[in-house]
Nanobody, 121 residues
Framework: QVQLVESGGGLVQAGGSLRLSCAASGRIFRINDVGWHRQAPGKQRELVAAITSSDSTRYRDSVKGRFTISRDNAKNTVYLQMNSLKPEDTAVYYC???????????????WGQGTQVTVSS
């Protein structure tokens, strides 16, 4: 079993910054792709940013140039640095992780519990 703990959310004024963390623990041999998703009230969950095991990244258009995803494999942690925040960034942010628990095993997907980000105007 793998546990994901997200942290770093909070209330910030427009133009401010936050850094989200997603720390994985448990039965982990390797972590492959990791994505940060968000869901605003009444809206579908959407992918915000993703990073592969080879550190290739991609972002949704609305956050390009403002958000940066990165990973620390030694700590099994992925970060989302969010700058120049806008009220429309307000949502619950979730990380989704692909984990190989043991050598030769397949991929298992896990979701974190979510962390609230609120941007006031």
């Amino acid at each position: 079993q793998v546990q994901l703990v997200e942290s770093g959310g909070g209330l910030v004024q427009a133009g401010g910054s936050l850094r989200l963390s997603c720390a994985a623990s448990g039965r982990i041999f390797r972590i492959n792709d990791v994505g940060w998703h968000r869901q605003a009230p009444g809206k579908q969950r959407e992918l915000v940013a993703a990073i592969t095991s080879s550190d290739s990244t991609r972002y949704r258009d609305s956050v390009k140039g403002r958000f940066t995803i990165s990973r620390d494999n030694a700590k099994n942690t992925v970060y989302l640095q969010m700058n120049s925040l806008k009220p429309e960034d307000t949502a619950v942010y979730y990380c989704n992780t692909q984990v190989v628990p043991e050598p030769g095993w397949g991929l298992y997907h896990y979701w974190g519990q979510g962390t609230q980000v609120t941007v006031s105007s």
